[in-house]
């Protein structure tokens, strides 16, 4: 079992930077699957990026290059380096987790508005 809890979320012009964490309440090197999804209002959920235990990571389209994903197993929290941040990427973040059974944990979620 683990909780994560989010944070650094906020307000940016367009090509700012924001570095988002996600702590979690116990040791993430058994976690196999860790990621970041985003909803905007009115779209779906979608998946950002993710990591995994090994370390392979996998970036959506419209955020590949911009964004990076790591795994600090010394302090149990997930990380998401946004630059060249854009409009289009206001939306809600949200952390997750799956385990080996595929059971899925998240955060809260926190606000992330670029302007323009």
């Known amino acids: 079992q683990v909780q994560l809890v989010e944070s650094g979320g906020g307000s940016v012009q367009a090509g700012g930077s924001l570095t988002l964490s996600c702590q979690a309440s116990r040791s993430i090197i058994g976690i196999p699957f860790m990621g970041w999804y985003r909803q905007a209002p009115g779209k779906q959920r979608e998946l950002v990026t993710s990591?995994?235990?090994?370390?392979?990571?996998n970036y959506a389209d419209s955020v590949k290059g911009r964004f990076t994903i790591a795994r600090d197993s010394a302090k149990n929290t997930m990380y998401l380096q946004m630059n060249s941040l854009k409009p289009e990427d206001t939306a809600v973040y949200y952390c997750?987790?799956?385990?080996?059974?595929?059971?899925?944990?998240w955060g809260q979620g926190t606000q992330v508005t670029v302007s323009s």
């Open positions: 997750n987790a799956k385990n080996v059974g595929r059971q899925d944990y």
């Open positions: 990591i995994m235990s090994g370390g392979t990571t």
